[in-house]
């Protein structure tokens, strides 16, 4: 073992720390609650590595608490938007993300919020507990086919591919996207379009890019004016990409259908919050990688970077 110290800032499975044990000293907030941001603080001081989540807030005062000594921020997560990048860069430490791992249970998840979503499914799940099933009715509850419809795609890496790959055999006659520019594994899957042209013929578009500062507020009132009224819009990405009062407002005035979202700004929502109440809005508690598999493999893959750096400092 190395004389590097490593924080841990979660419980997290017995063979991710073994493997951290066997290169460094952890200490670890072991607890399946985010770890209070003073304790965050006190914990990072001196140390090599930071085994952090989403809902640890790396930024310069951590940073700077952790000190000079401080090689790599792993992050167990795809998104990174909860890490000061820049600052990080600015003082050679390097951060690394779960980029492979878990975009088959994120891109499952999409789909089931689009199924969700197209089928009014929470409705009927409420409908019947409720009491509301009066016996079938001709026009009661129906949602929309995604036979022959077109299928929008923000961001068309692991996860917008994996649901587009999923998505298909529905009878999606279309599939479309827009990214920062056209990928070349895209060939005749999906047809690379401006965003304009994303908002206009989706008929569910599915937000899987980076929260960044360019994709922050990138849906707003003027964004779901251009979208077709029968547009459903899932969101399995980062909250803050689409604002949410505008969203309200949208889903209220029919200006789109309706939307699923397995991210929220902020998070957990606030359960009085006036989305939570549209019945034509469907929230799930981000939960795309939620799988056993996925988060095994996410907290393994984590501790394999750490020990990676750990391991090349030594040599
Ligand atoms: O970024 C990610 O990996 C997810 O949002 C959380 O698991």
């Known amino acids: 073992m190395s004389g590097a110290n490593i924080y841990v800032t979660r419980a997290i499975p017995e063979e991710a720390k073994s493997l951290l044990r066997g290169v460094a000293q952890i200490s670890i907030w072991d607890n399946e609650d985010a770890v209070p941001r003073e304790?965050?603080?006190?914990?990072?001081?001196?140390?090599?590595?930071?085994?952090?989540?989403?809902?640890?807030?790396?930024?310069?005062?951590?940073?700077?608490?952790?000190?000079?000594?401080?090689?790599?921020?792993?992050?167990?997560?795809?998104?990174?938007?909860?890490?000061?990048?820049?600052?990080?860069?600015?003082?050679?430490?390097?951060?690394?993300?779960?980029?492979?791992?878990?975009?088959?249970?994120?891109?499952?998840?999409?789909?089931?919020?689009?199924?969700?979503?197209?089928?009014?499914?929470?409705?009927?799940?409420?409908?019947?507990?409720?009491?509301?099933?009066?016996?079938?009715?001709?026009t009661w509850l129906c949602g929309t086919s995604l036979m022959n419809k077109t299928l929008g795609i923000l961001g068309f890496g692991r996860v917008g591919f994996g649901i587009a790959r999923r998505l298909k055999p529905f009878g999606i006659h279309k599939v479309i996207y827009n990214d920062i520019q056209e990928v070349e594994y895209a060939l005749d899957f999906a047809e690379f379009v401006s965003f304009d042209e994303l908002l206009a013929h989706s008929d569910i578009l599915c937000i899987c890019c980076s929260l960044t500062s360019l994709t922050r507020n990138m849906f707003t009132k003027s964004e779901f004016k251009k979208m077709k009224n029968s547009a459903v819009l899932i969101n399995t990405s980062r909250g803050p990409i689409v604002n949410h009062v505008d969203l309200t407002e949208a889903l209220k005035e029919g200006d789109i259908a309706s939307a699923g979202l397995d991210v929220t700004d902020p998070e957990p929502l606030p359960v009085d919050h006036p989305l939570t109440s549209l019945p034509n809005c469907v929230i799930l508690p981000h939960m795309g990688t939620s799988t056993i598999e996925a988060r095994k493999h996410m907290a393994m893959n984590t501790a394999k970077n750490i020990v990676a750096m750990v391991s090349t400092n030594q040599s």
């Open 39 to 138: 304790e965050l603080l006190k914990g990072v001081v001196g140390v090599q590595g930071i085994f952090c989540t989403i809902s640890d807030v790396i930024d310069k005062e951590v940073l700077d608490s952790a000190g000079s000594d401080l090689r790599i921020v792993a992050t167990m997560s795809v998104g990174k938007d909860h890490i000061d990048l820049i600052e990080c860069s600015r003082r050679g430490v390097y951060v690394a993300n779960t980029s492979d791992i878990a975009a088959d249970s994120a891109a499952d998840l999409a789909v089931a919020l689009v199924l969700m979503a197209t089928r009014r499914v929470i409705e009927g799940v409420d409908a019947v507990r409720k009491g509301q099933w009066e016996g079938w009715k001709p």
